[in-house]
Each structure stands twice: as C-alpha cells, then as structure tokens.
C-alpha cells in the first residue's frame, strides 16, 4: 500500500504562484510515475501533469508552460509548481502513483481557488 499527503493549496490571485506538494510513503519502492489531477465543481477529475521515476513528464494542454512537475525520490516526495493562475485552474487538486504491478493511489486533495 501507499499514503499520499498533499499540501499547500489555498487561496491566490489570478496571475499568482503557488507549489502543491505530496509526500508519498509505504510500499513507495513499488511507485513508478506520480502525477496531479483535478477536479472542478461540477467537472469530471481530469489530468493534469505526471512524472515517472525516469523523470519524463508530460501535461496537460492548458497548463503547458504555466505548470512544473518535479520529483525528489530521496524524500518520496512529488511537487507542482503553479505559476499565471487563472480562475479556471480553481479545483481540489489531487496526487496520484501508479505502481509497477498497475495499483493507483490517490491523495485525499488539497483546495486550489483563484480569484479573478
């Protein structure tokens, strides 16, 4: 099994910064690509970013050049760096691992919203 913890999501402005950051533990030696996803009021959860244990990444189309996916697999730790936010990225941001053997855990999310 694995835990994933997010933290530091709250409140921005539109066109501020913010980092998400997820601390993974358990069978993490299991964990191959970790990654974020959302989910807006009344939306569907949808993709947002992921990064293997290789460290490719990938994105999704509307946060290409705004958002960082990083890794730092010596503190189990994955992070999200939000930059020019917008009132579209408002949502409950969650952390996602997939492991080798295809389980996917998920976070408990962490409150994203940008004011206009």
């Known amino acids: 099994q694995v835990q994933l913890v997010e933290s530091g999501g709250g409140l921005v402005q539109a066109g501020g910064s913010m980092r998400l950051s997820c601390a993974a533990s358990g069978s993490i030696f299991s964990i191959n690509a970790m990654g974020w996803y959302r989910q807006a009021p009344g939306k569907q959860r949808e993709f947002v970013a992921v990064?293997?244990?290789?460290?490719?990444?990938n994105y999704v189309d509307s946060v290409k050049g705004r958002f960082t996916i990083s890794r730092n697999n010596a503190k189990n730790m994955v992070y999200l760096q939000m930059n020019s936010l917008k009132p579209e990225d408002t949502a409950v941001y969650y952390c996602n691992a997939g492991s080798y053997d295809r389980r996917t855990y998920w976070g408990q999310g962490t409150q994203v919203t940008v004011s206009s």
């Open positions: 990064i293997t244990s290789g460290g490719s990444t």
